[in-house]
């Protein structure tokens, strides 16, 4: 076990999979001598060469696009996406190409390519360095999208992600690359996907959230114990495939869910899981399903405290809905 | 006639160089094999046999003279119009079919237009649709063959109008800094689909382009047989000497429609049409063939008859080949079916069952 941030755990997990697979490199802008613009790659072109990890040209279409050869080829390249803001000009590579390409071949071609990106807001970023623009990718089938919220997960489903045999969009949350830190194991740990964590406990409300807006809802849930409110927080981690079992089993529990997430709220992930309890979990619904999510605006720079949900935002929600009947 | 068996094998094509005499021949059959083929699948297209087709016609010469200079080992990264590409592979008119139909042998599952595929015993990528993507791919492919030391060169194929795409100037720019070896096949064959070539560019050709990635950039005729395939065999040897990718121009002409949803007439003359189908590249072949004493005219109605019997053959077959599952259109979206898919392939199974669906 070592104390980390959340980068330096993206960064050691990509230690790991160079270490102990030669078939594994990165590839993207600024990956290599600059060690990534928030450091995610760090010493690694150093120590592995130039050759495994590799600074490409200015071009997004290009970096997923040579990923998806490299995959093609059998090598198992990990694409960085400076910010998610500019994966647009890959969107057609991702989409029509990397999601497709085993389903296409009729299972000849997996097309086996992560692609990390730090995503969303917080950081003052303004429109285009803060945004969370998940629910586009996973309504792509084919692809799985996978979100960390803590320094463990984060190298644990990075590396599942690296050694996974589908295409992964893995979304790091740049507001707390450095905000927290947690023990990570060494080695090769590994986190499975569509596996969401209860990270609290709770009886009254289930808060489901993931990525940079988890610490929120904790925040939330530990200031409402003291009002008598026992909220149960679930981290999602996994996108695509959800775990569904696990978002029923707590609303059957509750009979109340409160969803968070930052990207603005029409046909958002959350969108999502509301429909799921609506199928699902109707009979066991005690109150109307809350969302607390971004609004539905471009997202704002000066405003930035405006748009993004914070932990008394969710508070506000929670005690709306323990109470609602 | 070449099939998965009987195939020509290509020649070692680390000799740079011109197409041996004794090939010629090969070069033609494979032409032949492909404008009967096309011919009989506008027809089955037509007919409401199959969906949709994409002809080649005009560029048989370009294809099989790039096929030829290529060794089994190398990666293709076709469009949707490399029919003769595909058979010089030695992938079969009855594999072909059975994709343009979508039967249980189809090897892409049914998953796919026609014209939209790709064997990877075959060394040759399934395509899709999208214009250009394909590109990045085999320059990332030429990477991986780079950094695994594989003597093996990429090679994909475009049309003019692609020369437009996002994925083109990254995939020759990729290709220039990481001085990868892949040949850009470009058969310029005058438009995409109703758009002439003034529409996509103002450069003088398409070759020229090259020489801002930082790299050579040549054009052929692309009705020659010889010419082609000296190119891409003299690309294919500076790649294998690590000194990078070539762009080759074929300049073509596309004598049939764009696709089966296509009215020529719309965009071009019947001028225009009459001054390139008298240079069409298989009487130009079938020409020299006779100048050279390589062929007779009853050989040749030979070669013609048993190209439409090896057609006839395979066709007969493909047809008579069992319709795919439905439910398998749940299988191959991810390694192994997550939960959620499960269950709709229940309910997908079970709507059928019900008679809601029809198979
Ligand atoms: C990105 C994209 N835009 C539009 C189309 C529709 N489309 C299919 S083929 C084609 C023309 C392509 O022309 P060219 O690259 O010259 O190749 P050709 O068809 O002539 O062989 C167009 C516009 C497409 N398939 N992909």
């Known amino acids: 076990m070592t104390d980390l941030t959340l980068v330096q755990a993206v960064n050691r997990a990509l230690h790991e999979a160079l270490s102990t697979d030669p078939d594994v490199l990165i590839l993207g802008e600024d990956v290599g001598v600059n060690g990534g613009v928030f450091r995610a790659t760090e010493g690694l072109q150093k120590e592995f060469g130039s050759e495994r990890v590799i600074d490409t040209p200015l071009s997004e279409t290009g970096i997923v696009g040579a990923a998806v050869g490299m995959a093609l080829y059998g090598l198992k390249p990990v694409a960085e996406i400076q910010f998610l803001d500019f994966i647009y000009p890959a969107f057609d590579q991702i989409v029509s190409e990397v999601a497709k390409f085993r389903y296409r071949s009729g299972g000849q071609y997996p097309c086996h390519v992560v692609i990390r990106t730090p995503y969303g807001g917080g950081i003052k970023g303004g429109l285009y360095h803060s945004q969370s623009s998940e629910a586009y990718f996973a309504h792509t089938a084919g692809l799985k999208v996978i979100v960390p919220s803590n320094p463990a997960d984060a190298k644990g489903l990075l590396l599942t992600a690296i050694h996974d045999e589908d295409p992964v969009l893995f979304l790091e949350p740049k507001r707390i690359y450095r905000s927290v830190t947690g023990e990570v194991p060494d080695g090769d740990h590994r986190v499975p996907f569509g596996q969401a964590a209860t990270v609290r406990e709770g009886s009254d409300v289930s808060v489901f959230a993931y990525g940079a807006m988890l610490p929120q809802a904790v925040q939330a849930a530990e200031a409402l114990s003291s009002e008598g409110v026992q909220a149960e927080v679930i981290d999602l981690r996994s996108l695509v495939p959800l775990d569904e079992k696990a978002v029923l089993a707590s609303v059957e529990k509750t009979g109340r869910a409160v969803i968070v997430h930052e990207a603005p709220r029409f046909c958002g992930y959350g969108a999502e899981l509301a429909a799921l309890l609506a199928e699902k979990a109707l009979y066991s619904l005690k109150a109307p399903v809350a969302r607390v999510t971004g609004f539905d605006t471009p997202f704002p720079y000066a405003l930035e405290h405006v748009y993004l949900p914070n932990a008394e935002r969710i508070a506000h929600a929670v005690r709306t809905t323990a109470r609602a009947s | ?359």
């Open chain 2, 1 to 359: 006639m070449p099939d998965e068996s009987t195939a020509p094998t290509p020649p070692a094509a680390e000799v740079p160089g011109e197409l041996p005499r004794d090939r010629l021949l090969d070069a033609y059959r494979f032409m032949v094999l492909a404008r009967t083929m096309d011919e009989r699948c506008l027809t089955l297209q037509r007919q409401g046999r199959i969906g949709f087709y994409v002809p080649l016609q005009g560029q048989e010469a370009a294809q099989v003279g790039c096929a030829l200079a290529l060794a089994p080992s190398d990666w293709i990264f076709p469009a949707y119009r490399e029919l003769a590409v595909a058979l010089v592979r030695g992938i079969s008119p009855k594999l072909l079919l059975d994709q343009f139909i979508g039967n249980s042998g189809d090897e892409m599952k049914g998953r796919q237009m026609p014209n939209h595929y790709g064997y990877r015993r075959f060394n040759y990528v399934t395509a899709s649709s999208p214009v250009g993507t394909q590109i990045t791919h085999a320059v990332g492919a030429a990477m991986a063959a780079q950094r695994r030391k594989d003597p093996i060169v990429t090679v994909c194929f475009f049309g003019d109008g692609t020369t437009s795409s996002n994925d083109f100037h990254a995939g020759l720019n990729f290709a220039g800094v990481f001085r990868t070896p892949t040949i850009f096949f470009c058969q310029n064959n005058r438009y995409a689909i109703s758009l002439p070539l003034e529409r996509q560019t103002h450069s003088p050709n398409l070759a020229v382009k090259a020489t801002a990635y930082g790299f050579p950039g040549v054009v052929v005729d692309g009705m020659d047989v010889v010419s082609v395939h000296t190119a891409v065999a003299e690309a294919r040897a500076r790649a294998l000497a690590g000194e990078g990718p070539t762009l080759i121009e074929a300049q073509v002409y596309r004598l049939g429609p764009h696709s089966t949803s296509d009215d020529p007439r719309r965009y071009r003359s019947d001028a225009e049409l009459a001054e390139w189908k008298a240079k069409d590249p298989l009487a130009r072949l079938k020409h020299d063939l006779l100048a050279q004493g390589l062929l007779e005219e009853s050989a040749d109605a030979g070669l013609w008859e048993a190209a439409r019997a090896e057609v006839t053959k395979a066709l007969a077959e493909a047809e008579a080949t069992p319709p795919i599952t439905p439910e398998s259109i749940f299988d191959d979206v991810y390694a192994s079916r997550p939960p959620a898919l499960e269950e709709q392939r229940v309910e997908c199974l079970r709507l059928l069952q019900e008679g809601i669906l029809k198979p």
